[in-house]
């Protein structure tokens, strides 16, 4: 095992380090946070046989461009930005070995939102603030070894089916007339292009509730789906605020979230149950 320094110039990104080993005790008021999408983003880690947990590097529809000032071994998954290392086209879902003084480059992606870089034995210094500066400093801890095969099985996101997300009755859904119960569940919505990491509004049908609660704070999370006064649905995404006043009329399934998570604004889906 050795040690590396690696630094990565980031340049005209909104990309986001993560890492999983997030706070989930929402009692002491940390929002769920972590990976938009936890497939992608483990996928990333496990081809270049990472430990669970390994940092990665989260980039919402604009590409990073990153110049790699020591050798390195990666991986793309999640949308397609149509990656490039030296301008030359490389593909998702496999190591790729990277030399000193490397560019990974890429283009807006146009079908999803969110793809993962993953850099095998990619660790946190100590020292390092947790957030997105100019110049990213990281120890590597890396084995001088390329993985000898992929994953048995990696899933496509292009063969995913985006049409359906699935749903489960709030705390309150029970405040929702009939009319709008039917509604939430069966006519064709959208995602506002306002969206980022704490919430989106819903383009669709407004919906109506049979009566109109007291707006005492009560515990919200990560899928919660809240009605506005105004009819307007929100959804509450990672790092979303845990308590909150509105009805929570319904949640998205955890299994779905990932996939809600990478569904483009404009994109026509329906919710099920």
């Known amino acids: 095992m050795t040690k590396l320094n690696i630094i990565l110039k980031s340049v005209g990104t909104e990309s986001i380090l993560l890492s999983s080993k997030v706070h989930r005790e929402m009692f002491y008021g940390h929002p769920l946070s972590g990976p938009m999408d936890i497939y992608s983003y483990d996928i990333a880690n496990q081809i270049l046989h990472n430990p669970k947990g390994t940092p990665a590097i989260e980039c919402s529809i604009l590409p990073p461009k990153i110049l790699f000032e020591k050798d390195a071994l990666i991986s793309l998954t999640g949308a397609d930005m149509f990656w490039r290392i030296n301008k030359q086209k490389v593909a998702r879902n496999k190591p790729l070995k990277i030399k000193a003084g490397d560019i990974l480059s890429g283009k807006p992606s146009r079908e999803f939102v969110r793809s993962y870089i993953g850099i095998q034995g990619l660790t946190f210094r100590k020292d390092l603030p947790l957030k997105l500066i100019k110049d990213l400093r990281y120890t590597l801890n890396r084995k001088e070894v390329t993985p000898k095969k992929r994953l048995s099985k990696i899933q496509e996101i292009e063969s995913l ?60 999370f990560a899928g919660a789906i809240q009605l506005l006064p105004s009819g307007q649905l929100i959804v509450l995404l990672n790092d979303g605020q845990i308590t909150g006043g509105y009805p929570r009329v319904a949640y998205i399934n955890y299994s779905d979230l990932s996939k809600f998570n990478q569904i483009m604004p404009g994109r026509e889906f329906v919710f099920s149950m």
């Open 161 to 220: 089916d985006f049409s359906k997300i699935k749903i489960e009755k709030g705390p309150e859904w029970s405040y929702l007339d009939q009319k709008s119960k039917e509604i939430l569940i069966e006519y064709p919505c959208s995602l506002n292009t306002t969206m980022n990491r704490m919430g989106v509004y819903i383009n669709g049908p407004k919906l109506d509730i049979k009566y109109h609660p007291n707006a005492d704070s009560k515990c919200t």
